[in-house]
Structure formats: structure tokens, C-alpha cells
Nanobody, 119 residues
Framework: QAQLTESGGGFMQAGGSLRLSCTTS????????LGWYRQTPGKEREFVTS????????AYADSVEGRFTILRDTASNSVYLQMNNLKPEDTAVYYC????????????WGQGTQVTVSA
């Protein structure tokens, strides 16, 4: 079945960098928008960034603009999130998600990877 698998989370001090990866499998995601969301306990899942099927960045959340970069490998339909200058408020579970280009809601979600940033 369709599957998204995140990796690369962990612990980092403020100011450091982490790179998250998300691999896709089980179906053709070549026409899908891929995105990253994050969630902290007690809060709703928050949009971080997304990228089109051809690798064009669609948007960044204001809170990560200039610090995070989304990249897509169109050959493998993997997506990456390069996170620089990390802040304690970036601490969250990060989720990879996919949706068909014409749909507004994401249909497929990964299991999430924890990112913890210490002050």
C-alpha cells in the first residue's frame, strides 16, 4: 500500500541543523504535491512547507521562512527538509504528507519523526 516514511529526526542544540528525509512507496507519487507538517502536544498540526510534483516550492510557513528549505528528488519522489538555525520552538513531530495536485487536503501521511531542539 501507499507509504511515506520519514527519517532524520533527533536532538539538536539551538542554532544547529538537521535534514529530514521522506521516501515514498506503494504507488506513483510523481503527480502529487509533497509537504511537511509538524505538531506539538496539545496543538493542531501545523503546515511547514510544500513542493509541487516538478520541484517548485509552493510556500513556507512564516515561522520557518529563510531557515528551512524543501527539496524534491523527482526521480525517486523523495522529499527533504533542510532545517538550519534551529530554534527550541521548532521542537515537534514532523510529518511528511502527499496529496494529488487538484485536491486541497493531504491524503497520505507518514508516521512522523521527532525533532527536539534544546536552548
Amino acid at each position: 500500500q501507499a507509504q511515506l516514511t520519514e527519517s532524520g529526526g533527533g536532538f539538536m542544540q539551538a542554532g544547529g541543523s538537521l535534514r529530514l528525509s521522506c521516501t515514498t512507496s506503494g504507488r506513483d507519487f510523481s503527480t502529487h504535491v509533497l509537504g511537511w507538517y509538524r505538531q506539538t502536544p496539545g496543538k493542531e498540526r501545523e503546515f511547514v512547507t510544500s513542493i509541487t510534483s516538478s520541484g517548485v516550492v509552493m510556500a513556507y510557513a512564516d515561522s520557518v521562512e529563510g531557515r528551512f528549505t524543501i527539496l524534491r528528488d523527482t526521480a525517486s519522489n523523495s522529499v527533504y527538509l533542510q532545517m538550519n538555525n534551529l530554534k527550541p520552538e521548532d521542537t515537534a513531530v514532523y510529518y511528511c504528507a502527499a496529496r494529488e495536485a487538484m485536491r486541497g487536503e493531504y491524503e497520505y501521511w507518514g508516521q512522523g519523526t521527532q525533532v527536539t531542539v534544546s536552548a
